[in-house]
């Protein structure tokens, strides 16, 4: 791990704390080159940024062009009451903070100390706010423009930080946006990988792999797993009669539903299997939640829908061992399915239940 706060103090360095800094810097350099999230990963070097600085705390802050707005993304250290970790709302306008504003725009770094008469007022006011002596801005830069802000503070017990830690605050900064190119570009790749093109809804190979993950937590702690299919009817002849277009509008529209009517239970994962055939995954939900979800999204396309959607359910909880397998889980919910399209169901069909599903009055869609 790097060196502890206040080991590295910003003048009058010995050798044996430039070394400090620099195994900080190097232990940096390969955490952030390891594989991890997104939300980890700023964890991470926010940690790490912390040590190498010598800092009481560290904020990570992404600069919000659009809005004119700095958000806070994630605080470590000894934190003041009023922060979180991970806050949720914790924004800067812009222009409350000319010294902000210089950073972003002119790519400008700068320390400040608590009472000094020629600083900046707004830092001042904040380092009050937050118990802090002294204060470290440095910015990070990705793909050539400022993206955001390494904010480290250091309390009084701790040596003010000068105009001499500018250039390590830097070599840090670099590291960050280092770290931060990596997980954008590992989550671009896996919205190529997991994401299907038309509708933004996870895909065949996303769903196969959550439902292993799924399936894994079911066998160590008994987690109820569940499967919604969904197969939207109608939609060869919305193809022949009108076009792809329209087709893709019913399919792009579905998605919609099926992404609201999920939202409502946490940790639901939805994903196109392809074609007309649709899913969702819960974990944790027990059955009747579960089939509380699928009669919601099956009244949701027979609003939106001209002809709705034919809804088969599976889950652990009713199948038992009978579902000792994702593929089995997965066959009992598409055959569940099927039989709903072959009644004409505007209800869902749940694979171990003996309930009928109820036929609707709508024309035939076999063939479908």
Not at 158 to 172: C, K, M, N, Q
Not at 206 to 215: G, K, V
Not at 275 to 301: K, M, N, Q, Y
Request: glycine share 8%; charged share 25%.
């Amino acid at each position: 791990m790097g060196a502890e706060p206040g080991a590295v103090v910003p003048s009058g360095r010995v050798p044996d704390e430039d070394s400090a800094r620099m195994r900080s810097l190097m232990e940096l350099v390969t955490l952030v080159t390891a594989s991890r999230d997104y939300a980890d990963l700023l964890d991470v070097m926010a940690e790490e940024s912390r040590q190498a600085l010598g800092a009481s705390m560290v904020s990570l802050s992404v600069w919000e062009r659009d809005r004119g707005l700095v958000r806070t993304l994630v605080n470590v250290g000894t934190l003041p009451m009023h922060q979180d970790r991970h806050p949720t709302d914790e924004v800067y306008g812009l222009a409350d903070h000319p010294l902000v504003v210089r950073m972003f725009t002119e790519g400008t770094a700068w320390v400040q100390t608590r009472g000094d008469e020629h600083g900046d007022l707004a830092v001042e006011r904040l380092l009050v706010r937050d118990g802090l002596h002294s204060v470290l801005s440095v910015p990070v830069h990705l793909d050539g423009r400022v993206w955001g802000e390494l904010w480290a503070g250091r309390s009084a017990d701790l040596p003010p930080y000068t105009e001499d830690d500018i250039a390590f605050g830097r070599l840090v900064a670099t590291q960050v946006g280092a770290g931060i190119a990596q997980a954008e570009h590992v989550a671009r790749v896996e919205r190529l990988v997991y994401t299907d093109d038309l509708t933004g809804l996870a895909n065949r190979r996303a769903f196969e792999d959550h439902l292993d993950i799924a399936f894994a937590q079911h066998r160590e702690s008994g987690v109820a797993v569940g499967v919604i299919v969904a197969d939207v009817n109608g939609l060869k002849a919305v193809n022949d009669l009108r076009g792809h277009d329209a087709g893709d509008l019913v399919l792009t529209t579905f998605a919609s539903e099926l992404a609201a009517a999920a939202a409502v239970h946490a940790g639901v994962l939805t994903a196109r299997l392809g074609g007309d055939e649709f899913c969702a995954l819960t974990i944790g939900l027990p059955s009747d939640r579960v089939v509380a979800l699928a009669e919601d999204i099956c009244r949701r396309a027979h609003e939106e829908l001209e002809h709705g959607v034919a809804c088969g359910i599976a889950t652990t909880e009713d199948l038992g061992s009978a579902a000792s397998t994702p593929a089995r889980l997965l066959r009992a919910a598409d055959a569940a399915q099927y039989r709903a399209k072959r009644a004409e169901s505007q209800v869902p069909v749940v694979a171990g239940r003996r309930v009928s599903p109820e036929p609707s009055s709508g024309p035939s869609l076999d063939g479908d």
